[in-house]
């Protein structure tokens, strides 16, 4: 140490041993489901063949960090650097590696892999892998022996080439980072139901999901019909787009949107009766659950659903291609997400608001607030 520098803060723990020609990268990330989110190292690999390796520039914070962060979908393994919204520019690549460049604006959503041969990864359903998909973080990496993956709240990170997006030059990458998550994981129900002009739409809680999922459904020419708990959003989501908004928590209110709606989009985080929104549906109307609340839910009356031959069905966020999809979508209609960029001494206070709905209607983490990783940590 050179006398009179500053001696960096310890940091709290180093993820993976750093191996030949790999990085250290800063992070921020859990040591157990009561944490709360403190400084971390992560070891990454150097580019393997057909690696690309990202200098991650933004991250989004999505419910489903806060969810896996705090251990509420059990079975969590420690330590754990969340973020799967991530966009930033490509600093070396693998040798097999002709599609990316140095340079590249890029951008990585949920998962960093899947077997890559069975039926729904060869139909560009990777999302569904058969063998399981490998997430962002949390995940055993198949390829990279006994290692955790480990996700976007830090300076870098490295991908296979086959899940990595490219960022289209024209949108504001850090306004990108939401629409790896939240953009494709609306968009995917969106176009599987085939949403076209002038369908009725409606979007069921206006958080990090529910205002990506207002402005694809008005990108695609729907009217959009936006449920919410929060009387005070209610003028906010007209401002979005949307074309009426629905009180959910006022009988009346939900009783005169009776038959109204063709297509549901539910991304409300916590437990919820859902058989008052069956009742704002058509006959042959649809409603995609997308949140993934860690409690039961209140029991789904069949009645409900036999009587206008609705479907009830979930959407897991979308396929490599159609990632790709969305985003030269997002680029021709100029779509990017509402955000509010935090740093890295932020986070915590981040995750509080997003509980507490306190939120327009993205956190995105500046990943240049994260402090360099001290040489000691080579050790
Ligand atoms: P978010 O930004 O926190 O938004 C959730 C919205 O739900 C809130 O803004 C709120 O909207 C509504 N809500 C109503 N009651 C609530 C309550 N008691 N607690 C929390 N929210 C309540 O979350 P997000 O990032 O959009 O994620 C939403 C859910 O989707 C999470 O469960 C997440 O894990 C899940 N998710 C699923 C996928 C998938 O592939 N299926 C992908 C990403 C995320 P109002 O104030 O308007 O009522
Ligand atoms: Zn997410
Ligand atoms: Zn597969």
Request: hydrophobic residues 40%; charged residues 20%; glycine residues 10%.
């Amino acid at each position: 140490m050179t006398p009179g520098r500053p001696v960096p803060p310890p940091l709290a723990q180093t993820i993976n041993p750093v191996a030949d020609g790999g990085v250290l990268a800063a992070a921020y990330g859990a040591t157990s489901g009561d944490s709360g989110l403190v400084p971390l190292t992560v070891a990454r690999r150097a580019p393997k063949a057909d690696d690309v390796e990202i200098a991650i520039e933004y991250c989004g914070l999505c419910h489903s960090d806060v969810h896996a962060t705090r251990g509420e979908w059990g079975n969590q393994s420690y330590p754990l650097v969340p973020g799967h919204e991530i966009v930033g520019t490509v600093s070396r690549v693998g040798a097999d590696v002709t599609d990316f460049e140095a340079g590249d604006r890029v951008g990585v959503g949920c998962m960093v892999d899947s077997c890559r041969e069975c039926g729904s990864c060869l139909d560009g359903l990777e999302q569904y892998c058969e063998n399981g998909m490998t997430g962002t973080y949390g995940a055993k990496d198949r390829r990279n022996g006994d290692t955790v993956t480990q996700g976007g709240y830090a300076t870098s990170v490295v991908v296979d080439r086959r899940y990595v997006l490219r960022v289209p030059e024209s949108l504001d990458p850090a306004a990108v980072a939401p629409l790896l998550c939240a953009g494709v994981t609306t968009f995917s129900p969106l176009r599987h139901f085939d949403v076209e002009e002038d369908d009725v739409v409606g979007v069921v809680g206006l958080g990090g999901l529910g205002h990506m999922a207002v402005k694809l459904a008005k990108a695609m020419g729907a009217k959009v019909v936006v449920f919410t708990t929060s009387e005070a959003k209610a003028p906010a989501a007209l401002e979005l787009g949307a074309d009426d908004v629905v009180l959910s928590r006022d009988p009346a209110a939900m009783a005169a949107a009776d038959r109204t709606i063709d297509l549901i989009i539910d991304t409300v985080a916590a437990p919820h009766d859902l058989n008052p929104f069956f009742r704002t549906l058509r006959v042959d109307g649809a409603l995609f659950q997308l949140g993934l609340p860690s409690e039961a839910m209140p029991p789904v009356n069949p009645g409900a659903l036999i009587c206008r031959r609705i479907a009830y069905a979930g959407s897991l966020i979308g396929g490599i291609a159609e990632t790709q999809e969305m985003l030269d979508f997002c680029a021709e209609h100029g779509v990017v997400a509402d955000i509010e960029l935090v740093g890295a001494d932020q986070l915590n206070e981040a995750y509080h608001r997003m509980v507490a709905g306190d939120v327009k209607y993205r956190f995105v983490l500046d990943t240049g607030t994260l402090q360099a990783p001290a040489k000691e940590a080579d050790a």
